[in-house]
């Protein structure tokens, strides 16, 4: 079974393709005699233009992103939050090794 994003992906493979073949017959063997070279401006203009606009917007996204996302924590403040976590870790294993030796003597104490 075919997933949704090979389904997007096949289609937008096949307008590429097709795309790409239609202007390549379009510049070369429209105006005739491919070394003419009599190309309409259009042909050109179109496919520059899609492209510089494509390539605004990418810088568009990109600066929008970057202006809304917010700025990621200090160094300092991460590596404090790091070495206080070991600290609770180390004082919650020394809890609980206190605890495991105080079991036994508890136990020894009900026995008798």
């Known amino acids: ?12 493979f096949t307008v590429c393709v097709i795309i790409g073949v239609l ?21 050109i203009a179109i496919p520059v233009f899609l492209a510089f606009v494509a390539i605004m917007a990418i810088g568009a996204w990109i600066g929008w ?29 020394a809890v609980t090794e206190t605890e495991e030796e105080k079991k036994p003597e508890r136990k020894k104490k009900s026995e008798k």
């Open 1 to 12: 079974m075919v997933s949704k994003d090979q389904t997007i992906g096949g289609i937008i």
């Open 65 to 93: 992103t970057m202006a809304t996302t917010p700025p990621p924590k200090p160094i300092e403040e991460i590596t404090s939050e790091i070495e206080e976590k070991k600290e609770e870790e180390k004082v919650e294993e």
């Open 23 to 43: 202007y390549t017959v379009g510049l070369f063997y429209i105006g005739g005699n491919p070394l003419d070279w009599t190309i309409p401006f259009s042909l």
